[in-house]
């Protein structure tokens, strides 16, 4: 059911490397002038919102605003959703100390608070997720 799958690690205080994903054709892959794929997750200054839709925190490629993370759930302070601001994607993220998993579901833009990061804390994903996990660069072929 997930259509892409990212993970990030942090390597400095707001910056995270792409350690591993499935497809490079998403918005989520940007190289930056070094030639790494880089997330900047930060605090939510300058996003204008309804104060229901306000995020705190945000991705960017370090050029431009990729998504907010909205936290419905305070039981679960680790789980986050969002979406793709170009796209109709929903995006999932898992969020750790020192990594960052996005979850993208291609056009499911509309059933990402409803139905998606329900199945998230329900643990629906779970078997998927650790398939996914197991995998790196060098055992996977990525898709161009």
Do not use: Q, W
């Amino acid at each position: 059911m997930i259509d892409n799958y990212f993970r990030f690690n942090k390597t400095k205080k707001t910056r995270f490397d792409l350690e591993f994903c499935l497809e490079k054709n998403s918005d989520l892959y940007t190289l930056n002038k070094s030639g790494d794929c880089v997330i900047y997750l930060g605090k939510n200054p300058h996003i204008k919102a309804n104060k229901e839709r306000k995020s705190d925190l945000t991705i960017s490629n370090g050029l431009s605003h990729l998504s907010s993370l909205y936290f419905p759930e305070p039981e679960y302070p680790f789980f986050a959703y969002g979406d793709l601001i170009k796209t109709n994607d929903a995006l999932l993220f898992i969020l750790t100390e020192n990594k960052i998993e996005i979850l993208v579901f291609k056009d499911k833009k509309n059933i990402i608070s409803s139905v998606l990061f329900n199945m998230l804390i329900d643990g629906e994903f779970k078997n998927e997720l650790d398939e996914l996990r197991k995998l790196t660069f060098n055992d996977f072929a990525l898709t161009v």
